[in-house]
């Protein structure tokens, strides 16, 4: 059974509507026959479904339709045509920071955030220990919540949505939470809950996460869908020549060239990095003195053969 | 079929509420919170503020009016208590949504939940006030009748009123930023209306009649009848403050059913 299902979903906003214009304007131009609105389709006809265990990675530039069609999916958007269909609780980080007050303290916060995500009293008991723990916030349960750096408020925020035991977990950007020592954990804490047969949902923009935590990915456009598919790495590939050279694959061998475009250009750039590399060590051994010539030569030989460098002839490294 | 309908909608909205109960609390203690600021002055405050405008009111039109009316505190009291209810009320109801924008676009939450908690909290203002009205009825010399059992009845159907006219406020807020402004102009006028701090006896039975389609008055009226005539005012009356409850609050279901969907593209 298909733990989420769109099938060909479209939204359209309506900009230059009455919402700055207000109730007098809006009757004035109603009368003057001059109130215009224009349309804009966020998403249009997205199709595809997850099942139990999957991990999507949506890709696509500012303004692809991600964020909306995240929006779809968690039911705070009633698609303009199509239609969502999700099985299963559905714990939805889509900004980090909504639904806390500055006003209260981290304690309150996180039981009005637990609430908000809806989940009972009990087992917020159960798991607000836990849920402070992993944020690392033990000593400031008492703060107010606007007294919290910002790493602090976003440890907060992850902690409450992921300890908590979703069916469907929806993430928006925000897995490059806090410093690198939470990023790593929060990364950890992802595929536990995956390798738990979670069903997953991902918007981020490093493409090296998608490589690493999805199993499918989509591929937006202007709101236009390119690809939904589990061939993560090749689309992954052609999605990263296409934000170098800006051309849109139309057809499945323009994926193909796309990646494989990559491959030469991800090839080229190691080689490039590799001459680099090897002139600069060359030039430091004709020039240098014998000191830094001895470390250079072992500093190669540790990066090409660490095996061989026995522990007495670390000092060599230098610093 | 429409029945059907509306039996389904009444169900949904039932496991909502039941589902949402814990939600339901913690926004209530939210907004409680940020209105008394965890202060025992904050809320002394709002128990001082209805004080001080009684104060200036009586030192105003006591002398005015005070002459023709027994126990005109009481009379300007009562009519003061439940304006600043229904104002207090309405007010709050309008800008819940918008003032919980950011979590509506992001989190899955039933909206109206934010319209219900601010209605609660205003709800337990109008409690403390109306402690104080009864202190003062003591002083007054106000006899007290078992009549007075039934001033649940106008505040039932108030909180009701309130939360269908809070539904299509709110609803109304969110696509026109320039209602609030209306709105208070709106609320002056209709304070004017209410007899707050005059009588109608110079009126004529026909036009005393048609004050009776101010909601707010009609329900001041009530409790008028209560406190200083002390016996439970006719059938009529409690048919029309029905009326008035249900109609207002099906006019704010119908609305807010029809264009919950939308609010969020206009935050």
Redesign the interface.
Known sequence: MAIIECDDVSIR??TG????I???E?VMRKLTNNFHVKEFWADRHVTFSLEQGDMLGIIGSNGAGKSTLL?AV?????PTGGKVTTHGK?A?L??LG??F?A??TVR?NT??RG???????DFLDAKYDEIIAFAELEDFQDYMFKQLSSGMKSRLAFSIACLVDPDILILDEVLSVGDGAFRKKSGDRMREILSRGKTGVLVSHSVGQIRELCNKVLWLDHGNQVAFSDDVELYCDAYEEFLATKKLPKSMDDVKALAKGHDQRMAAERKKRAEEETKRLQGVLEKGDSDEAIQAAARILAKNKPELLVEDYQDLLGS | MPQQELAKTFKRTRRNLKENAFLFQQLVNRDFQQKYKRTILGMAWSVLSPLCQLLVMMFVFKNLFGRAVNHYVIYMFAGNIVWSYFSDSTNMGMSSLMNNSGVISKINVPKYLFLLSQNVSSLINFGLTIIIFFFFCVIDGITFTPAMFMLWYPVLCLVIMNIGIGMVLSALFVFFRDIQYLYRIFLTILNYLCAIFYTLDHFTPAVQKLFLANPVYANIRYWRIVVLEGHIPSLQYHLLLAFYALFFLAVGAVFYKKYNHRFIYYF
Not at chain 1, 17 to 20: E, I, L, N, P, T
Not at chain 1, 74 to 78: L, N, S
């Open positions: 906003y309506i509507d009455f919402k700055s207000g109730l007098k809006y929006k968690t039911g705070i958007m009633v559905i939805a889509l900004e909504s639904g007050d006003n209260m309150e039981y009005l609430a908000m995500l809806g989940y009972t009293k």
